[in-house]
């Protein structure tokens, strides 16, 4: 059974880069497709983008300027960059894995960022 | 882009009754890769249905889902207490991967 678990700065700075490593256990980053999905408070689940486990992505185009998903399997966990963030970026952020792309069966329980001075 | 619109907003029935979500896109989705998430109050969402109709691994058989190219339905046959939640549609057709934007299923 993977499970997935969000860690980084619950707080971000307007105009700063947010980070989020999800450390993968009871599998491997090097199967399976591994994303980030975010929903902003009392919102709905917007897909921020994945990366394969060979290594290619795929990101939203509404973020992809601004979005890098990269995976270290020397720490088994992939990581999520979003830069120059503003306050419309205040979300849960949730990881996501599934052996084929495009749905999620297992997830993080989500981590909270905002985003404020 | 393809748009994904849910009805109704919110759905009012009581335990056992029985529901009926729907899910409407914009234009066709690829080989009727339409799937279905249960979200509780704090948690993250739970796959159910992908596919369109097929059901996860561990989904009880009161959950079903139907539908093709553009119409789509999310059957909860005989509501259990844990099924009051928010449900959402998700497309995996196209790029890039939309969701609707929930149906809030309630205690009536």
């Known amino acids: 059974q993977v499970q997935l678990q969000e860690t980084g700065p619950g707080l971000v700075k307007p105009s700063e880069t947010l980070s989020l490593n999800c450390t993968v256990s009871?599998?491997?980053?090097?199967?399976?497709?591994w994303s980030w999905i975010r929903q902003p408070p009392g919102k709905g689940l917007e897909w921020i983008g994945y990366?394969?486990?060979?290594?290619?992505?795929s990101y939203n185009p509404s973020l992809k300027s601004r979005v890098t998903i990269s995976l270290d399997t020397s720490k088994n966990q992939f990581s999520l960059k979003l830069s120059s963030v503003t306050a419309v970026d205040t979300a849960v952020y949730y990881c996501?894995?599934?052996?084929?792309?495009?749905?999620?069966?297992?997830w993080g329980q989500g981590t909270l960022v905002t985003v404020s001075s | 882009e393809i748009v994904l619109t849910q009805s109704p907003g919110t759905l009012s029935l009581s335990p056992g009754e029985r529901a009926t979500l729907s899910c409407m896109a914009s234009?066709?989705?690829?080989?009727?890769?339409l799937a279905w998430y249960r979200q509780k109050p704090g948690q993250a969402p739970r796959l159910l249905i992908y596919?369109?109709?097929r059901r996860a691994t561990g989904i009880p058989d009161r959950f079903s889902g139907s539908g093709s190219g553009t119409d789509f339905t999310l059957t909860i046959s005989g509501l259990e207490p844990e099924d009051f939640a928010v449900y959402y549609c998700?497309?995996?057709?196209?790029?890039?991967?939309?969701f609707g934007q929930g149906t809030k299923l309630e205690i009536k």
């Open positions: 234009q066709t989705i690829a080989n009727n890769y």
């Open positions: 990366i394969s486990y060979s290594g290619s992505t």
């Open positions: 009871g599998g491997s980053v090097s199967s399976h497709y």
């Open positions: 596919g369109a109709a």
């Open positions: 998700q497309q995996y057709g196209s790029s890039p991967r939309t």
């Open positions: 996501g894995s599934n052996p084929h792309e495009g749905v999620w069966t297992y």
